[in-house]
């Protein structure tokens, strides 16, 4: 009821419209503060003291800073996964500071420092890497790549920051300083609102108390305490208008702490990564007493540690390397050195698909600074750990393979004479045997293995072929303790591995190295012997396969020094070349396709053109001659080869210093094939059914025919095609002029072997020139003079009676010879053209005459036809069916 219609004296109507002033007020407050919640006004107090003005790149640096904060928290702390957001967040900010043309604030250079050496220590540490989580250690690894590459833009900052010897730049420091006064200014702000609060709750407690003494002053004074009140908030907050309805954080909290104290806050203080933390002080370690207990002690600890993962090899090798200086028993000193060795054969790493040892002609010293040296190569430190196990084992003769922890080598000869059960020997499982025949085997393959991989044209490649002696010397000691053993299959495996090194090499080009410096492990004198006794020694103590290596090998050395026919007859009576393609050795079939080569150049070089030519055909062929001698990939037929048969040749590569020139071998097999088949080629030129023997010049050919643009000759097969073009023709000047004229001939051999191969090819093409010109013009001619023909070619008279004697024996020239007028006198018993062309009408009207009587019986009967037509209820019929 509305108090306006209420009588003077009705105190009802004084009680109802309290009661509805009061709810009217909490209903308006209410409306009031829902369009605020809506609204979601925020009031900021502001702070006592002048406002700070700040320019843009003042707050691009500040945000900087900050964020920079967070990723010192995070390194503090080792959290990787956070480190990694944050760094990329500076990351973006500093390119934006850079784009705005802003210099690289030197704070920053300083956080990416301390980052990057806080991450080598991390990472050196496998303990506490083994303790990350996943996650935590795979965001570890991320970041060690990206501060590499991120470094790598800010080198000369990083360069300037080290040379003055920063800690902390300026900015950090009014950084910290400014900290500092922020968190005492938030102390006192704190004190200050706890005694304000204190002072409120006291007057709450003395209104209450005045409350309960007398109620009827309440309902009098209600208006002037609310308006006191309201007046004291005002003065206490300071806020007028629609602020002091606000919500604000303080006001909710003087409501809910009635009754309870205000604990502070711990100060939790980051730790800063800073320069001079990262370097810790490394306490000397008292050195180990090596005593044979201790020694076997740590030797089992290493044992039982091998091959476990996480386990850091090199220090395992240096612990080893320690223990193997220690005086001890010699039986100990050898176990010593075969774990020793073993280890160095363990720390591996993988290149182009191949696990081989670290290829590095560099030593390294206490402070981490490399120098070049050849001592410091991981492949000479184990061989000369072989070599000093080897002095232990001669020293003390007592001592056998069980004893000083080796494994047999007679069982490990055994295992490989077993058949082989996978197509490849680069497929065979590794069988790995801890004794010193198979370290020196082991140490030959990583050899092979570092000279393949290794650019032959650095001088890491020459440096490396100089081990080759120490390797041949080493095997020959090793060999000679086995033969005091009486132990004949090791002796012959490492004769072998000798031969493997020897049989490319010269007597001529050893001589004059010998004349320089000795050649361990190499005679330079009566080599031939030397070479012939390595050999025997396979042939009368060696398995199948080693033996056949052997061979291959032994008949290379003799076709090397132009021994032709003793190589042919070793190849023959062998009958490898019947046998080698069912062999599914891939390595011995390249040596097999190396021999050959071989073989066929000693043929050139000895005027055998014939034979040499036989000796090439089949490799050069396919034009696949550069894998056949597996010196290098065909690019051509690249899509024809899946990604794990391309990385198995890869593998078989032969290393550069033993590769055969193959452009001297497709000299040789074109020039052989010019001058055996232009000759055949001109005598049967009307027929129709000749055919080219050599498939290579088949090819050349076709290649020149379908070049309309023929220009000058430029490369070695347009030179040698010009060249049988002229000698086609009976030019032979011109076709001398092309052949001889190529500088391939200069890789030979000596300067007397080329001066000897030239005058040889000059005697066959005048030769050659001589055939053809009588097979083509023979027909044109009624008689010849034999000096006429001497005069024409530059023969003399024995070569050209010679050579067209045996013409007319072999039927090959129709013609006699008249020896009062010396002159040939021709026979005209030779087709001419018009001869060869009716022939070839004839044979053709002959088939159009077949096929069509067979058609016509085909339909009407005859040729086998007509009892099937019957058959059909035909009639049959024709002369046929009569």
Not at 49 to 58: C, F, H, I, L, N
Not at 286 to 312: D, P, Y
Not at 549 to 555: G, N, P, V
Request: hydrophobic share 30%; net charge negative.
């Amino acid at each position: 009821m509305s108090r306006f219609f209420a009588k003077p004296g009705d105190s009802s109507s004084e009680d109802e419209t309290e009661t509805e002033s009061s709810s009217s007020g909490s209903e308006s407050e209410s409306e009031d503060e829902k369009p605020q919640k809506k609204q979601q006004v925020k009031v900021v107090e502001e702070k006592k003291g002048p406002r700070k003005v700040m320019s843009a790149k003042d707050k691009r640096f500040d945000e900087v800073k900050s964020s920079i904060k967070l990723l010192k928290n995070a390194m503090s702390i080792n959290d990787w996964n956070e480190i990694v957001p944050q760094f990329q967040k500076v990351n973006q900010q500093i390119t934006k500071l850079s784009s705005l043309g802003d210099e690289v604030p030197t704070f920053y250079i300083s956080v990416i420092v301390s980052l990057e050496k806080l991450i080598e220590m991390t990472h050196q540490d496998k303990d506490k890497v083994k303790k990350m989580s996943k996650t935590n250690a795979k965001s570890l690894n991320a970041m060690r790549q990206n501060i590499k590459k991120n470094n790598a833009n800010y080198e000369d900052a990083i360069a300037a920051f080290k040379e003055k010897g920063a800690v902390e730049s300026e900015e950090e420091k009014e950084e910290s300083e400014e900290e500092e006064e922020s968190e005492s200014e938030e102390e006192s702000e704190s004190e200050s609102e706890d005694e304000k609060k204190e002072a409120k709750k006291k007057a709450k407690g003395s209104d209450s108390e005045d409350d309960s003494d007398d109620d009827d002053d309440d309902d009098s004074d209600w208006g002037g305490s609310t308006s006191s009140s309201s007046s004291e908030e005002e003065g206490a907050s300071g806020a007028t208008g629609i602020s002091k309805w606000m919500k604000t954080a303080k006001a909710d909290d003087s409501d809910d702490d009635d009754g309870f104290e205000k604990v502070k806050k711990k100060e939790v203080k980051v730790q800063r990564v800073k320069e001079e933390k990262v370097v810790q002080d490394v306490k000397p370690k008292e050195q180990m007493v090596l005593s044979e207990e201790n020694v076997a002690k740590k030797m089992e600890e290493i044992m039982a540690m091998r091959g476990k993962k996480g386990t850091n090899k090199r220090d395992q090798i240096t612990q080893l390397e320690l223990l193997a200086t220690a005086k001890i028993v010699p039986s100990m000193t050898a176990q010593v050195l075969v774990a020793l060795i073993s280890a160095q054969f363990d720390s591996s790493m993988t290149r182009g698909g191949v696990p081989h040892m670290p290829i590095e002609f560099e030593a390294t010293d206490a402070n981490g600074n490399k120098t070049p040296s050849r001592e410091g190569c991981l492949w000479t430190k184990c061989m000369h750990n072989i070599r000093s196990l080897l002095t232990v084992l001669r020293e003390n003769p007592e001592l056998t393979e069980e004893s000083t922890g080796q494994s047999n080598s007679a069982s490990q000869q055994t295992v490989q004479q077993a058949p082989p059960e996978f197509e490849d020997e680069e497929d065979v499982p590794i069988q790995v045997s801890s004794n010193l025949v198979s370290f020196v085997e082991r140490l030959d393959d990583e050899l092979y293995l570092s000279l393949r991989l290794l650019d032959n044209h650095s001088p890491d490649f020459l440096k490396r072929l100089l081990d080759i002696a120490l390797l041949i010397e080493l095997a020959e000691e090793v060999e000679e303790y086995y033969t005091k053993l009486n132990n004949s299959a090791v002796q012959a495996r490492l004769s072998m591995r000798r031969l493997e090194h020897l049989y490319y090499k010269h007597d001529s080009v050893v001589a004059k190295a010998a004349a320089v410096t000795p050649q361990k492990g190499d005679r330079a004198d009566n080599r031939q012997a030397f070479i012939n006794d390595l050999a025997m020694t396979v042939y009368r103590f060696g398995d199948d396969q080693i033996k056949t290596r052997a061979m291959l090998c032994h008949i290379y050395y003799h076709s090397l020094h132009d021994r032709f026919f003793e190589a042919r007859d070793m190849l023959l009576m062998s009958h490898l070349q019947d046998s080698v393609h069912s062999i599914s050795n891939v390595p011995i079939q390249i040596l097999f396709n190396r021999v050959m080569a071989q073989l066929g150049l000693s043929a050139f070089r000895n005027g055998l053109i014939q034979e040499a030519h036989q000796c090439f055909d089949e490799l050069c062929q396919n034009n696949r001659l550069k894998e056949l001698l597996a010196q290098g990939l065909n690019m051509r037929y690249q899509a024809d080869r899946s990604q794990e048969q391309e990385r198995a040749e890869k593998r078989r590569q032969t290393p550069y210093h033993m590769h055969l020139n193959y452009d001297l071998i497709e000299s040789c097999h074109l020039v052989g094939a010019v001058l055996i088949e232009i000759p055949r080629m001109v005598a049967n030129q009307y027929d129709t059914k000749r055919r080219v023997g050599s498939k290579a010049l088949k090819r050349v050919f076709d290649t020149s025919d379908r070049n309309p643009l023929a220009g000058p000759p430029e490369t070695t097969r347009d030179v040698i095609f010009a060249g049988a073009k002229a000698l086609e023709k009976g030019n032979w000047q011109q076709c001398e002029e092309h052949i001889l004229g190529l500088s391939v001939w200069q890789h030979l051999g000596s300067e007397q072997v080329v001066d000897n191969v030239k005058k040889m090819l000059r005697q066959r093409i005048q030769e050659e020139s001589l055939r053809t010109f009588l097979f083509a013009y023979s027909a044109y001619y009624e008689a010849l003079s034999q000096d006429q023909l001497c005069e024409m070619f530059q023969l003399d008279r024995t070569a050209v009676n010679s050579l067209v004697s045996k013409l007319i024996i072999s039927d090959e020239l129709f013609a006699s010879w008249d020896q009062p007028t010396r002159s040939i006198v021709m026979h005209k018993k030779e087709k001419s053209k018009l001869h060869h062309l009716s022939l070839q009408f004839s044979d053709v009207i002959s088939k159009f005459v077949e096929s069509n009587e067979k058609s016509w019986d085909a339909k009407y009967g005859g040729y086998g036809f007509r009892d099937q037509n019957k058959g059909q209820g035909g009639q049959g019929g024709g002369k046929w069916g009569q």
